[in-house]
Each structure stands twice: as C-alpha cells, then as structure tokens.
C-alpha cells in the first residue's frame, strides 16, 4: 500500500525520524552506562523497539505504508560492562522518562495533521508504545525505590 505525503506530512515524519534516531542512540548507550543488570535489558529492548519505529517511519517517508508492527518483547541476557561516564540509573531512568514523554507528545501532535486513517492509526499506535516504554521504566523506577509518586 503507498501514500503521498503533503508536504507538511513529510516535514513531521521527518521530525519524529530524528526522534527516533535519537532513541535508538539514547537507550543502546544507556544501556551499557546502566548499573544494574535489569535496567540494562530493559534498555536494550527498548532500544530494539525504538529501531522499529524507526523503520516504520522511514517506511511511510518512502510512501509505503508499512503492516502494524507487533509487540516484540524479546529478553535478552546483557553481561556486566563498567561505565565510564558518571550517571546513576536513576538519572538515566529520569532522562529517559522525559524523552519519552516528549516523544509521545511528538506522535500526538502529528498525528492530528494527517489525512489518511491507516497513517493515524500507525502513529497512535506507536505512540502507545512509547507511553508503554515511559510505563515500564517507571515500574522498574517503582519496584527499586527510584520514584515515589506523590
Ligand atoms: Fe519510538
Ligand atoms: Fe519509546
């Protein structure tokens, strides 16, 4: 299935593009910077996720309309590496936390511009999964004493 973008279309799905790209960095460095073990996995998943977006984007930029990617929640082992860099996973989690909710934002404001349904309905539903990356960063935040709601 194809697509022809305005051009207004265009410059949005490039803006969530560098998003994307920036996610994809972000969470596989962050991953190695992480302390604990299960951060890290956690992290690398994301950061597997995140190229997903970045393909389906990529995707509708080229005017292809890409199938609903599906939830992919691979574990993976990660073995210890030293961080050489001074941040806390607390720190790395806060960081992350706030990409995702501007990411997520991002999706929400593009995908009031865009005439075509199945381009909506694509966006949404990568916006969900960044609410859902922001939800399990949080439980993990959570479960480890790292963030107390107030
Ligand atoms: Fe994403
Ligand atoms: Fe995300």
Same mark, same amino acid.
């Given at each position: 299935?194809t697509?022809?973008l305005?051009?207004?279309?265009?410059? &949005?799905?490039?803006? &969530?593009? *560098?998003?994307?790209?920036?996610?994809?960095?972000?969470?596989?460095?962050? !991953? @190695?910077?992480?302390?604990? $073990?299960?951060?890290?996995?956690?992290?690398?998943?994301? !950061? $597997?996720?995140?190229?997903?977006?970045?393909?389906?984007?990529?995707?509708? &930029? @080229? =005017?292809?309309?890409?199938?609903?990617s599906?939830?992919?929640n691979?574990?993976?082992?990660? +073995?210890?590496?030293?961080? *050489?860099? @001074?941040? @806390?996973?607390?720190?790395?989690?806060?960081?992350?936390?706030?990409?995702?909710? #501007?990411?997520? *934002?991002?999706y929400?404001?593009?995908?009031f511009?865009?005439?075509d349904?199945?381009?909506?309905?694509i966006?949404? #539903?990568?916006? $969900?999964?960044?609410?859902? #990356? =922001?939800?399990?960063?949080f439980?993990?935040?959570?479960?480890? +004493?790292l963030?107390?709601?107030?």
């Amino acid at each position: 299935m194809t697509i022809t973008l305005t051009q207004k279309e265009r410059m &949005l799905l490039e803006d &969530l593009k *560098s998003s994307e790209e920036i996610c994809v960095v972000k969470y596989a460095n962050y !991953a @190695s910077l992480a302390q604990d $073990k299960q951060l890290k996995t956690l992290f690398e998943n994301h !950061a $597997k996720l995140e190229q997903q977006h970045l393909n389906t984007v990529n995707s509708l &930029l @080229s =005017g292809q309309i890409p199938p609903m990617s599906q939830q992919n929640n691979v574990q993976q082992p990660q +073995g210890d590496e030293n961080a *050489s860099l @001074s941040i @806390s996973d607390k720190e790395l989690c806060t960081d992350m936390l706030m990409t995702e909710k #501007h990411v997520s *934002s991002t999706y929400n404001t593009a995908i009031f511009e865009f005439a075509d349904k199945r381009v909506r309905d694509i966006l949404n #539903h990568i916006q $969900k999964e960044e609410q859902q #990356h =922001g939800e399990a960063i949080f439980k993990y935040m959570e479960t480890k +004493g790292l963030y107390q709601p107030q």
